[in-house]
């Protein structure tokens, strides 16, 4: 039988990180996070060009209406101004002259007003060229009025024709107002519906690479997630089948990492039990059969010699055979012992009473053992040991393993105390020995069933590995505590705790 010790960690520390450190959740939330981003700039995009589109559209149409109302206007007042100046340079009458001056102002009104509102080289050259024209219109009625007389320098008719002419100049540029707002708005409205078509197919390959970056971060988070559980799958099927061998080492989000470890962890476990079970079949395989080879050959001695004179060497044989059997029956009973004490069914009698007995007990029962090796035997006690609630039987059992461990491992001539001491809180009984000792890593394994530690035993049977188990399920179940303090080549010392 070789070492069994618990080598599997009970957590493995997470190496990931990055992407693969992200749990599903964040995975999730910054996939949706991503499309809805990419959404949410497709939708913006198109709203920023369709209201640009709309501003746009609107000022043009306002600003060409509101450039023909202006032109409408300067036509009328334009008339209106040369229907006074003629009435007025027939009648003299002042009220011509005052209609003369308010139809001038108008146009002015008129002509700073669209001259406001143009917004480019064009109409803002012809609004100057009408202006130019006004102004000249009306500084030739001025200088007509000072010397238009009889005695001027100018030749007769030369006012009115040179009026015609800047009247005349006006009344083209008004009308080629009219034709560049026209011309000029189709022009932007062409403009307008290329940048439209412009838009829509920015507009249309941002929707389809938004919808493309969707399905790829979409099937990106899933394969992230899928493609470790299908791993996972296989591997549990591989459990299932019995192959505990490759542990996963899967990169994936921190849940599916923790499954997976979790995975490789009972993999170990179920390699551990594998193990265990196989050497304790071998172990009991062992046990079973010496004692049942020797009563075989005893059997045999006893049918082949029944002879009644050589009744001596009979009961010695008979002796081999009770031992034997006895041994046997130990055996049994332990593993239906632990085994009931696993599954709860065993019943505790639980009463008050005094440890000082049953260790007196114990002890005795033990006494021919050490005496035949020479080993030396003390019992100290400390103090008056109260009365604890127990049950009598399973405390001597466990006080008989641990004695009977003792011996086994004492070297003839050794020393073997037991101490029972009244403590806070109820009674520690420690049984030490002069044996040699148990190694560190053995000291908490050997409380597990069928672990043994590599000591080796100075007398009886290898043992089972049962023993400490139960006497452990026994302190357990009193509500106590069992511990071992050992030092290599020094000995051991087995504690019990019993609460009061
Ligand atoms: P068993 O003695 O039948 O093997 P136990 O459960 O009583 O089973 O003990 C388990 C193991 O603990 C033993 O096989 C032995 O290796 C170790 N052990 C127990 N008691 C002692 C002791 N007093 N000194 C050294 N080793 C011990």
Redesign the pocket.
Known sequence: MGVSRHSVPEEVSDPVTGFSSLNVVWRLIIGFTALFAVTTSVSVYSMVKLNQFNKASTYMLELGDRLIEHKERLSDALLSELSYEKKYAISKDPAFHDGFVKAGKDFTKNLAGASAIADTLGSKEILENISKQHSRYRALIEEETINGGPGGSRRPGWYRQEKEKAVEAMIEEIKNLQLYVEDDTKHRIDGLAKAGTRALRIGLIMAASSLLIGIVIAAGITLSITRPLSVIKRKTRKISSGNFEDPLDLSSPPEIGHLARSLNLMCDRLKEAERMKSDFFSLMAHELRTPLASMKGGIALLKRDVDASRSQARDKILAIMSEECNRLIEHVNSLLDLSKMEAGIIDFNFAAGDVKPIVQRAASEIEPLYAARSITFEFHETGEAPPVMMDSERVLQVVR?LLG??V??TPDGGRIAVFLKSVAGGVEISVA?S????PAEDRAA?FDKY???T?RAYSGS????????IAKHVVDVHGGRICVESEMGRG?T?TVFLPG
């Open positions: 393993n461990n003792a086994k491992f020995d044996g040699p000792g148990i050997i672990r043994q530690s000591t290898r043992g089972t590995g049962l023993g400490l188990a051991s087995f």
